[in-house]
């Protein structure tokens, strides 16, 4: 199974590291042609607005609108989380805004409130230990949405159908089950038809 | 249990920052135009390295007061300067909240022995290096993130590509060596042995290693991308240029896509003047930046 990671900034190379580990073949995406030829993508961790813009400016914004419509799963981590949501608080404007939540950016404070805990994943057994980095939360999810873990009550994880949105960096440890997840999500999706 | 301030939390912060470029700022104002363009991060200073330069004197930390109006005006990280050594300016940093802290040879070094000891700090902190001893006794100080030194304030890249080129070179030299050779090459190199090892298993640096220090024109960012950097700090290379708008965002496409030729052609066109460089033998030993650190 070939998935990709887009790499038009931020932490890729770490993703593409475990996602081999989970075992996938996984590519840096920097081009919208490259997404023919991959069954699912991450949206890597980095700075929104950057990756934003850049998205853009190259095109991404309509390509993964199709890419989506096409059932291809979608994961976002961190920054990630930002560009899926469909609601950013405190601005009228959304990137991609593919998944049915509110998020709201930096909602931990600056970097000297990042953190590392263990969390539970619903899905993962056992305790996952997670990265934030200046990190954003969920603060709303419709309900088609589906929480799967939640710090000191508050949204951390979440999935709808072929989409998965977390907060932390799976990518800074060696863990690799949560890209274990997402890739048991693309196998689910494989030659699943358009609607 | 939470825990704050660890080394993966400290250097997973530069991890998010790759492929990107840090721009220096002195006002909110610079620092919309550098989040507008796609900075991933500013660095909040009183005045870009060109000046510091051409104003002479003792440089120190910048005043509060702009670090706090650049942290208002941006939602991106916010970086400042203090003196080698100087560790009080670095906690007044840490308290102020600025999301990492550059302990940088651009201002008068405050100890001509000692840099900081890092590892007392929450906050994460991006050094200079000119070669794998300096960068790996940094990080054996608890530096997160290392940037070659170049020479700040010149437009001028040929330090900072030798800075690179010597770091990459070392790096490939100690991965190819023997393991019985780590111990004399940590002791060539005045490097902590643990991470002359882990560059021996690895091949690379233990945390994200950036450009810095004479990056003017989008080509330049580009090239040092080439060389094995992780990402680009610019200094006075945007707002000592005719059109930092422009040159902030070319600058911004072209690390992205260093190796996109045909688009960093189409970025450098009629981009106005780059800011006037300075060519590196007029300097007089003691306006060399890149000497300060030891």
């Known amino acids: ?30 081009k919208v042609s490259q997404l023919a030829e991959i069954q699912g993508l991450v949206l890597p961790g980095g700075e929104s607005t950057t ?51 509110k998020v709201e950016r930096n909602a931990f404070g600056r970097q000297r409130e990042s953190f590392e805990v263990d969390l539970d994943i619903k899905g993962i057994p056992e305790d996952f230990r997670a990265v934030f980095i200046r990190a954003p939360l969920i603060l709303e ?14 949204i951390v994880a979440a999935r709808q159908d072929h989409l998965l949105a977390i907060s932390f960096h799976p990518e800074l440890t060696d863990d690799e089950r949560v890209h274990g997840y997402f890739l048991e999500m693309v196998q689910e999706y494989r030659g699943v038809e358009t609607v | 249990m939470i825990e704050t301030g660890t080394s993966r939390v400290k250097r997973g912060m530069a991890e998010m920052q790759k492929g990107g470029v840090i721009m220096d700022v002195i006002n909110a104002e610079q620092a919309k135009v550098a989040e507008a363009a796609g900075a991933v991060a500013v ?60 302990e940088s040879e651009v201002l008068t070094p405050a100890d001509e022995v000692f840099h900081i000891n890092k590892k007392e700090f929450t906050v994460p902190f991006v050094c200079g290096a000119r070669d794998l001893g300096e960068a790996l006794r940094r990080i054996g100080e608890g ?38 050779e780590l111990m004399a090459e940590a002791k060539n190199l005045g490097a902590p042995y643990e991470l002359l090892e882990y560059i021996h298993k690895n091949g690379k640096l233990p945390v994200v290693n950036f450009a ?53 052609g189409q970025l450098s066109k009629d981009l106005g003047t780059a800011m006037k460089g300075i060519e590196i033998s007029s300097l007089l030993k003691n306006e060399r930046m890149a000497e300060r650190g030891w």
């Open chain 1, 1 to 30: 199974m070939k998935v990709g990671v887009l790499a038009l900034q931020g932490a890729v190379a770490e993703h593409i590291r475990l996602l081999e580990q989970a075992g996938a073949d996984a590519i840096p995406v920097k």
């Open chain 1, 51 to 101: 990756i934003g813009k850049l998205m853009k400016q190259y095109g991404f914004d309509t390509a993964l609108q199709q890419f989506h419509q096409e059932k291809k799963p979608i994961f976002g981590t961190c920054a990630g989380m930002i560009l899926l949501a469909k609601e950013i608080a405190g601005q009228d404007w959304n990137h991609l805004g593919l998944m049915d939540m």
């Open chain 1, 141 to 154: 999810v419709g309900k088609n949405v589906d929480v799967l873990a939640s710090h000191d009550g508050q």
């Open chain 2, 43 to 102: 660095m909040a200073l009183e005045r870009v390295p060109a000046d510091i330069r051409a104003a002479g004197g003792v440089a120190r930390m910048a005043d509060p007061t702009i670090v706090e109006d650049v942290m208002k005006a941006v939602s991106i990280p916010v970086m400042a300067k203090a003196r080698i050594g100087h560790f009080v300016e670095a906690k007044v940093l840490e308290a102020l909240g600025v999301d990492y802290i550059d």
């Open chain 2, 143 to 180: 530096a997160s993130m290392i940037r070659t030194k170049g020479e700040p304030g010149t437009g001028n890249i040929v330090e900072a590509v030798r800075h690179q080129r010597m770091m990459q070179s070392q790096i490939r030299k100690v991965q190819a060596m023997s393991y019985d």
């Open chain 2, 212 to 264: 810095a220090g004479g990056v003017a024109t989008p080509a330049d960012a580009a090239l040092m991308m080439h060389l094995g950097s992780d990402g680009v700090f610019v200094g006075s290379g945007i707002f000592k240029s005719d059109n930092p708008e422009r040159f902030a965002k070319a600058i911004v496409e072209a690390t992205t896509h260093y190796e996109d030729y045909a688009l960093i």
